[in-house]
């Protein structure tokens, strides 16, 4: 089946800043990559996804990109805000379901 | 619209006791599924329904029993729990079975702990 891998595990950066971070996949036939935050005690929540036909998509402060020969994609976030904070989870999709990644604890210092 | 909400938020069992999670949307979704969240291995899909009536494995299917009573509402029953249940379960749910064609909305989640 699928596997995604995750990385880092936890990030922190100053507010102002960038973070990123990085997904594999292993499925070939994986055409759908969405990226989910979950803040503290709360569920997932969508929050950009990217098709296999589109190398990049940009909302806002939000970008990520897809590069499907190397099978990996990325999650940028600019300008870092304390609410940034959160565990960011990537995912990849096909037919049925979604293999999701470890996460990764984005924490934005003040 | 409430959208996905669960019960109980927390539970605490003993080893070999039986209970059911329940869960239900309000967005006419045809699709849903239980995933369970341990620290470092994100979200695992224990069951899913394509839509009422239907029900298929996920990942990690064994020790679980799962009813979609209607469209609205699909539960999570653990028979017989075990300490390695002790997770965070979400429920979430999805227009479309077809990971592509539409967004899966979570559950706030419901904490569960084996003794």
């Known amino acids: 089946g699928e596997n995604v891998e995750q990385h880092p595990s936890t990030l922190s950066v100053q507010e102002g800043d960038s973070a990123v971070i990085k997904c594999t996949y292993s499925d070939s036939a994986s055409n759908y990559f969405p990226w989910y935050k979950q803040e503290l005690g709360k569920g997932p929540q969508l929050i950009i996804d990217?098709?296999?036909?589109?190398g990049e998509k940009k909302d806002q402060r939000i970008a990520v990109t897809l590069n499907k020969t190397a099978k990996h994609f990325s999650l940028h976030i600019t300008e870092t805000q304390p609410e940034d904070s959160a565990v960011y989870f990537c995912?990849?999709?096909?037919?049925?379901?979604?293999?999701f990644g470890s996460g990764t604890q984005l924490t934005v210092l003040p | 619209n409430a959208g996905v909400t669960q019960t109980p938020k927390f539970q605490v069992l003993k080893t070999g006791q039986s209970m059911t999670l329940q869960c239900a949307q309000d967005?006419?979704?045809?699709?849903m599924y239980w995933y369970r969240q341990d620290p470092g291995m994100g979200l695992r899909l224990i069951y899913y329904s394509a839509s009422e009536g239907t029900t298929d494995k996920g990942e990690v299917p064994n020790g679980y029993n799962v009813s979609r009573l209607n469209k609205r509402e699909f539960s999570l029953r653990l028979e017989s729990a075990a300490p390695s249940q002790t997770s965070v379960y979400f429920c979430?749910?999805?227009?479309?079975?077809?990971?592509?064609?539409?967004?899966?909305?979570f559950g706030p989640g419901t904490r569960l702990t084996v003794t």
């Open positions: 995912s990849s999709g096909s037919a049925r379901q979604l293999t």
């Open positions: 967005m006419n979704h045809n699709s």
């Open positions: 990217i098709r296999s036909n589109v």
């Open positions: 979430a749910s999805s227009f479309k079975l077809r990971a592509s064609e539409g967004e899966q909305y």
